[in-house]
């Protein structure tokens, strides 16, 4: 009996973790391949739970990496929250410090460190150590840069097709990403998205569109039941539900122009408060983001507070029209086949164009939202269905082993 082939994924945890793991699951479920995870930071977790075959940076410290290790315990000491596994970190943190010093000298390194931080880590030499273990017959990361970016160049380096999964839009990676020679197959969001780096000299022929993993469970059949069950109970049945997902607006982002404005969440959703109070055919879900304070009770029968206690998707799906700034909640929505209406002024809206991109139907301004909410606008695209994004991507990676095997 032939051996499976290993396909090596790599991604840091969050959202990039939550969209590629599925991918692996599904590709380990078919018997496609042997998946072996490289998790990075807080991506091991999730991967130790699912049972994937897993490496870290700790994994590949060696007896002689003493610069390294050294390196690596002087920066773990001086992170200002614990890392979870300190091992891991100072494995990280030291090799990645290592392999900077080798490819700039002592002196540059330092300095390229003091002014970007981690964002000047490149560790090829830790990844080229990944690759002699595991021997990858193919390689599958997402756009975050670092030890995902230095996979995806070993591999082209050394033979290895390639796969890149984008989690959101790719505008900050935009440069790298749109180069042919960057991953065999990029996988992304949308049709409109596909068409921004085809436009940007990325053959049509590499961009692909599946969606995002992490995303596939917006329409479980069991989210769309509790929505609707949640819309019934609160007695909204026939009227038009609004669902604004706020996010915190910073005062200042590195390499971001401008200045952000902390009380933008707050107007605007005391503009759709006082819209929904004005109109009786409105209903209003407010759904404040994690790191902001909690909402007291309106006190309004058609005004609620989704808390943390009642599901995201299933807050969705007891909507018809899904207000945000620049959250991923616009995405999901969109998923779920809702209309996205996006609420502009935050110092983060080039980075997340939702209209250009086909999230949003439509934007408003802060000033707007009255005359806006005098429209019904209508979802364009039909819900997908779940688990469609993890089979789209386990379709392409096939599809590249495929047309390795023919070469």
């Not at 000047?120 to 990361?141: C, G, K, M, N, Y």
């Not at 164009?353 to 301004?365: K, L, N, T, V």
């Amino acid at each position: 009996m032939t051996a499976l082939p290993t396909w090596l994924f790599v991604s840091y945890g969050g959202g990039h973790v939550n969209a590629l793991l599925p991918v692996a699951q599904r590709v380990r479920a078919l018997g496609l391949a042997r998946p072996v995870y490289l998790a990075l930071t807080t991506a091991a977790p999730a991967v130790r739970q699912a049972g994937i075959d897993m490496l870290g940076f700790r994994d590949l410290l060696q007896p002689g990496d003493v610069r390294a290790r050294g390196h690596g315990e002087r920066m773990a000491a001086q992170l200002q929250v614990p890392a979870a596994d300190h091992e891991e970190s100072v494995a990280y943190l030291g090799l990645s410090y290592a392999d900077l010093e080798d490819r700039l000298g002592a002196e540059p390194a330092a300095r390229a460190y003091a002014q970007y931080g981690r964002q000047a880590f490149l560790p090829l030499s830790a990844i080229e150590r990944v690759f002699d273990r595991v021997q990858p017959a193919l390689v599958v990361a997402t756009n975050s840069p670092r030890a995902e970016e230095a996979a995806i160049l070993t591999a082209r380096r050394r033979g290895v097709p390639s796969a890149c999964l984008l989690d959101l839009f790719g505008q900050h990676e935009r440069e790298r990403l749109a180069r042919p020679d960057f991953a065999d197959a990029l996988c992304v969001l949308n049709e409109p998205i596909r068409q921004t780096f085809i436009a940007a000299g990325r053959p049509a022929a590499q961009v692909h569109v599946t969606g995002n993993p992490a995303f596939d469970t917006v329409n479980d059949p069991a989210m769309r039941e509790q929505g609707r069950a949640l819309r019934h109970e609160a007695g909204w049945d026939r009227l038009h539900v609004l669902l604004y997902a706020s996010s915190p607006e910073p005062v200042h982002i590195p390499d971001i122009a401008g200045t952000g404005d902390p009380e933008l969440p707050r107007r605007l959703e005391r503009a759709l408060i006082d819209a929904v109070e004005r109109d009786p055919g409105l209903a209003l879900w407010v759904r404040r983001h994690p790191s902001e304070p909690v909402m007291d009770d309106p006190g309004h029968a058609r005004i609620r507070v989704s808390t943390r206690a009642m599901p995201l998707h299933a807050c969705l799906h007891a909507s018809d029209e899904v207000f945000v700034t620049v959250s991923t909640v616009g995405v999901e929505a969109s998923l779920a086949g809702k209309p996205v209406t996006q609420l502009r002024g935050s110092i983060l809206d080039h980075l997340s164009p939702y209209a250009a991109m086909g999230i949003a139907q439509r934007e408003s301004g802060e000033r707007d939202i009255a005359q806006a909410l005098k429209t019904r606008p209508v979802a364009v695209a039909a819900p997908q269905a779940p688990g469609a994004a993890t089979q789209r991507v386990t379709d392409v990676l096939r599809q590249l082993q495929e047309a390795t095997r023919g070469h």
